[in-house]
């Protein structure tokens, strides 16, 4: 079956724009992960959900970053007035419930000018 | 806060040696895993360990588990240049709010020369 998807799989913006970054889990997996991941370093939890709620939202950086799922589907990241420092690759990740093992989109490369 | 500490942060090697890649926190996990990425893809999970002082073997790859689930280790034998990428060990939260969340390590960048 298909894998996680993620779009766009590059992004560039411009200082203090707005980004929608986009993650379709597999199906039936009732997680959600995102993560932040900078150049050559390791992953940063940014936000779970399980179902279409947010029990741990205690990686997300600052107020400009939020994020919402529909369901037990799609996922959207966004962030707002985007900063240089926010240049990294976004990963998500999906599992049958949460505790179990992750599988792993392609990413996001965003890159903010 | 779980930190997660892995050494070292790049290895560059010739084909046919070997290596150690090491994690290790202060903190307990309930298991570890050990995931390799590829450039533009996200990490694949490569085995994970539970037991305190468990050895886990894939093919050339060896993963041991320190007594106290604390610390981690991932040899590899023989190195081939497909085993480059980007090696991260990762430890699932043991209880409290840590419970089941995945805490990495910064990466191993394993660069096998032929």
């Known amino acids: 079956g298909a894998g996680v998807s993620q779009s766009p799989s590059n992004k560039v913006t411009e200082k203090g724009k707005d980004v929608e970054l986009r993650c379709d889990p597999i199906s039936g997996h009732t997680a959600l992960y995102w993560y932040r991941q900078r150049l050559g370093q390791g992953l940063e939890f940014l936000i779970y959900f399980q179902g279409n709620s947010a029990p741990d939202k205690s990686g997300l950086p600052s107020d400009r970053f939020s994020a919402e799922r529909t369901g037990e589907s799609v996922s959207t990241l966004t962030i707002q007035r985007t900063q240089q420092e926010d240049s990294a690759v976004y990963l998500c990740?999906?599992?049958?419930?949460?505790?179990?093992?992750?599988?792993f989109g392609p990413g996001t490369r965003l890159t903010v000018l | 806060t779980q930190l997660l500490e892995q050494s070292p942060q790049f290895l560059s090697i010739q084909e046919g040696e070997n290596l150690t890649v090491y994690c290790n926190s202060s903190?307990?996990?309930?298991?570890l895993q050990w995931y390799r990425q590829e450039p533009g893809e996200g990490p694949v999970l490569l085995v994970t360990?539970?037991?305190?002082?468990e050895v886990k073997k894939l093919k050339r790859l060896t993963f041991q588990f320190g007594d106290a689930r604390k610390d981690s280790s991932l040899h590899i034998t023989a190195a081939q240049p497909g085993d480059t990428g980007l090696y991260l060990c990762?430890?699932?939260?043991?209880?409290?709010?840590?419970?089941?969340?995945?805490?990495f390590g910064q990466g191993t960048i394993l660069t096998v020369h032929p």
């Open positions: 360990v539970v037991t305190g002082g």
């Open positions: 903190s307990v996990f309930s298991s």
């Open positions: 990740a999906s599992s049958l419930w949460y505790t179990d093992e992750q599988f």
């Open positions: 990762a430890g699932v939260g043991a209880g409290g709010t840590s419970y089941g969340k995945l805490t």
